[in-house]
C-alpha cells in the first residue's frame, strides 16, 4: 500500500500565493509519473498539472504561467506552487502519483486538500 499525505491548501485571498505537498510513502519501488488534479463543486475532476519521472511538464492553459509544478525524488514528494491565485482556482486538489512495486505499476490519489480563493 501507498500512503499519500498532502498539505498546504487553505483560505488565501485572489492574488495570493500557496504551495500545496504530497508526500508518498509505503510499499514503493520507484516513482513514474506525479500530478496535481483538482475538483470544483458541481464540476469534474480535471488535471491541473503534470510531471514526469524525467521532469517533463504539462499544465492546464488555465494555470499556465501561474503555477508551477516540481518534484524531489529524493522525498518522493511533488509540489505545487500556485501564484496570481484566482476565486476561479477554488476547489479540492488531489495529488496522484504512479508507484511501482514488484512488476506492477498503480495509481494512488491523494486525499485531497481545499483551496479557497476568496476576499
Known amino acids: 500500500q501507498v500512503q499519500l499525505v498532502e498539505s498546504g491548501g487553505g483560505l488565501v485571498q485572489p492574488g495570493g500565493s500557496l504551495r500545496l505537498s504530497c508526500a508518498a510513502s509505503?510499499?514503493?519501488?520507484?516513482?513514474?509519473?506525479m500530478g496535481w488534479h483538482r475538483q470544483a463543486p458541481g464540476k469534474e475532476r480535471e488535471l491541473v498539472a503534470h510531471?514526469?519521472?524525467?521532469?517533463?511538464?504539462v499544465y492546464a492553459d488555465s494555470v499556465k504561467g501561474r503555477f508551477t509544478i516540481s518534484r524531489d525524488n529524493a522525498k518522493n514528494t511533488v509540489y505545487l506552487q500556485m501564484n496570481n491565485l484566482k476565486p476561479e482556482d477554488t476547489a479540492v486538489y488531489y495529488c496522484?502519483?504512479?508507484?511501482?512495486?514488484?512488476?506492477?505499476?498503480?495509481?494512488?490519489w491523494g486525499q485531497g486538500t481545499q483551496v479557497t480563493v476568496s476576499s
Open positions: 496522484k502519483v504512479h508507484s511501482s512495486y514488484g512488476s506492477s505499476w498503480y495509481v494512488n
Open positions: 509505503g510499499s514503493i519501488f520507484s516513482i513514474g509519473a
Open positions: 510531471i514526469t519521472s524525467d521532469s517533463s511538464t
